[in-house]
């Protein structure tokens, strides 16, 4: 089976339960008002502490954003893997793959779209958080093609490049649907119809 080297999560605080309520107050923040718009002020005010203890956990707003987003994607690589079953026929667990995907981010709407368009206006700072996302949902697919309903189909696991493909494809289609407004269900079926076609048998010559 394929694998690919995740670069390291950002390392937990001293108080696990004050980052967990500070990432939260963040999460609350952006969906009321945006990640621009947020303050520490106004993180502190929905983790109900105080600004003392923000910068006891986090430097900035900028490393409790990435830690948060780092939090959710490892959240959606998770729930993805345990909802698919690995001896379903491929085309099922393509379909349940998406289908889990979409539930996802339609709970977690702003954060989503925040992941995709403000993160990387952060440059340079943003890349690691950026690069291990990428590489854990691309691993992830990659392992996904490698299970036994894939080889019992005679389907050979996807490369890891053709995965990034997928993934980036993927999170263009999805900000583009949040920020028309249209409900994220418009996404399944043109991404069941390009994963099946990347992951699913090549035609002959």
């Known amino acids: 089976?394929?694998?690919?080297?995740?670069?390291?999560?950002?390392?937990?605080?001293?108080?696990?339960?004050?980052?967990?309520?500070?990432?939260?107050?963040?999460?609350?923040?952006?969906?009321e008002r945006g990640y621009r718009d947020s303050t520490v002020a106004d993180i502190v005010r929905y983790a109900r502490t105080s600004k003392r203890t923000f910068y006891s956990e986090f430097a900035t707003k900028e490393d409790c954003f990435a830690e948060l987003l780092t939090a959710n994607n490892d959240e959606l690589v998770e729930t993805i893997s345990a909802a698919v079953?690995?001896?379903?026929?491929?085309?099922?667990?393509?379909?349940?793959?998406?289908?889990?995907?979409?539930?996802?981010?339609?709970?977690?709407?702003?954060?989503?779209?925040?992941?995709?368009?403000?993160?990387?206006?952060?440059?340079?700072?943003?890349?690691?958080?950026?690069?291990?996302?990428?590489a854990r949902l691309a691993t992830m697919i990659v392992d996904l093609s490698g299970n036994d309903g894939f080889r019992t189909a005679g389907l050979p696991p996807i490369s890891h490049a053709m995965a990034v493909i997928l993934v980036g494809g993927l999170r263009e289609l999805t900000a583009q649907t949040m920020e028309d407004g249209d409900p994220a269900g418009d996404i399944i079926e043109p991404a069941l119809a390009v994963s099946l076609a990347l992951l699913g048998p090549k035609p002959t010559v």
Do not use: C, K
Request: negative net charge.
């Open 1 to 31: 089976m394929t694998t690919t080297t995740v670069p390291e999560a950002p390392a937990v605080g001293r108080n696990d339960d004050f980052r967990r309520r500070l990432l939260d107050g963040l999460a609350a923040s952006i969906e």
């Open 85 to 134: 079953d690995p001896h379903a026929p491929w085309h099922e667990q393509i379909r349940q793959a998406v289908v889990t995907y979409v539930e996802h981010i339609d709970e977690r709407r702003a954060i989503t779209l925040s992941w995709i368009r403000e993160l990387p206006a952060l440059g340079e700072y943003a890349r690691p958080t950026l690069r291990r996302g990428f």
